[in-house]
């Protein structure tokens, strides 16, 4: 029996791309340890500074010498992180951290564990598109501040912040900066020399390579320390055998993300608008969530006020439509989507948000099977839902016209 | 229970499909009572409507903002009440709930299954509109935090489960998640289960 069958949580993850597991299969004969000075190991070492040069190339630095692969983004961030740590206690009078409130749990719980510690931790709030405050920026950097972390784009809302301008105020303040690039790389363009920060995080399963394999940036010169000790491998900045298999797939997957980058970001747009335009159309009282510009063109969040968050996802997954919510049903915790709460979105729209994040094998079909599917489950749920759209809402934090707002009544009991 | 076919049981799905008993707002639904538990803070909200005669509930007809489990839950809960005495429908637990569905994961029951709750909070509207107010309160389970419904009986259930501290306490049950005002009567049990039951 074959079934419709649309994947759009690629923010999530990503397939490998054909080229990058053809080149896998190939990379999985190269066996031998990188780190051998013997003729099958110096091969194995020539691939891997291959697959180097390439993943810089795709975040635009200038050589290759701080560019460490790690297992993946939670562990660049968290090398980062630890490194503060280490600076901190050293140098206890520069030492606090400025990140942003909407950040990936990974720096949310490493710049939390240095709170534990007593490191000042400040978690900046943003606007409402999901902006960071630069005026907050300001007024909290000084001498005292260690590092500024603020992520490139944002993974539920897809919102792009402006790196180069918070690293240009950081940089006055003498401070260390690092970015969370994970979502942005490979959907728009990466340059860690424009942006002039000294860390950056990029994740490889992301940009249709392997799971397991990651990188962290190092500005040359900037302070670094190893998560992980042992050999010598990666200047000793990173110990443990070479990944071969996953390094030399992430080359390939860098490479063809970087060649594909204007072709790639323009279909995706593209379909991102229909997207959006097909379900606002069709739906009433929904609200855009993220910045309406300044957003990765293949990620759209929404929010649907009267209709909670995985039932919708799990209604999509009955017709074979992916997705994932801001909801906390679908996390275990009582909480929603800390990003949608920190944009000032009320709980009920949070729990009510849905991300639809796109990909290479989007298609326009895909696009106009979810358009078509969507609208009778969001209608379904409302009906039977307690929370009457048109009373709860404010309506100024929505897009659509007021005509339109569905016209259910509450349900009364008789004296 | 297969995570490759669904996320819950086949029971659970087909009710999250084809609810029982939902609210119809074109539909003449006479309710002699209503109860609504829960807050939109949390992510979900109930509202059960009933219709009773001679101690017996007649019809039931419910509306929910919430998860699938939540949707499957109620609807299940609807059906077996239907036809029963009041005293008895008063006395149903989550859990209860939960096993008529073939199970439910364990987050999942406390934070879902609204219904009994509503349930009681419909019947105990209908009582005090009789002149019987808390009339099955006490000889069941006694009413500690008011804004959710929540029961002497269902902090007990929650300790037996394993919430040992408040905090565990607030996540099975939510408990004094809204005004907070149980929230040292809710202590004092819970320190008396802690001790009775670890």
Known sequence: MSRTFVYMDYNATTPLRPEVKERMVEALDVYANASSLHESGRRARAEIEEARASVADLIGAKDTSGLYFTSGGSESNNTVFMTMYQLGRKNPSRRKIITSSIEHPCVMNAAAYLAEEGFPVVYLPVDSSGRVDMEALKKELGPDTLLVSVMAANNEIGTIEDIEAISALAKKAGALVHSDATQAVGKVPVSVEDWGIDYLTLSCHKIYGPKGIGALYVRPGAPIQPLIRGGHQENGVRAGTYNNLGIIGFGKAAQLALSDLPEFGARMAALRKRLMDGLVSRIPLVKVNGHPEAVLPNTLNLSFPGAEGEAILLSLDLEGIQVSTGSACASGSLEPSHVLLATGLGPELAHGSIRFSLGRNSSEKDVDYVIEKLPPIIQRLRRMSTVNPLQSQDQSQTNAPLDRLPGEKVPATTA | ?198
């Open chain 2, 1 to 198: 229970m297969n995570a490759f076919q669904w996320l819950y049981s086949d029971v659970v799905k087909e009710h999250f499909v084809n609810p029982r008993n939902v609210f119809d707002p074109d539909e003449k639904f006479e309710a002699d009572a209503e109860g609504v538990v829960g807050n939109i803070k949390c992510g979900d909200q109930m509202m059960f409507l009933l219709k009773i005669k001679d101690e017996i509930i007649q019809d039931v007809r419910w509306k929910t903002y919430g998860c699938a489990s939540a949707i499957a839950s109620t609807s299940m809960l609807s059906e077996s009440v239907k036809g029963m005495d009041i005293r008895k429908a008063y006395g149903i637990k989550p859990q209860d709930i939960a096993a008529k569905l073939g199970g439910l994961p364990e987050n999942k029951i406390h934070c879902s299954v609204l219904g009994d709750k509503a349930l009681r909070a419909a019947i105990d509207q209908y009582l005090e509109k009789q002149g019987r107010t808390g009339e099955f309160k006490g000889e069941d389970a006694v009413v500690i935090c008011t804004c959710l419904n929540i029961t002497d009986k269902d902090i007990e259930e929650a300790v037996k489960a394993g919430a040992h501290d408040w905090q565990k306490l607030q996540e099975a049950t939510k408990i004094g998640t809204v005004c907070g005002g149980c929230k040292s009567k809710a202590e004092e049990l819970l320190h008396e289960y802690v001790h009775i039951y670890s």
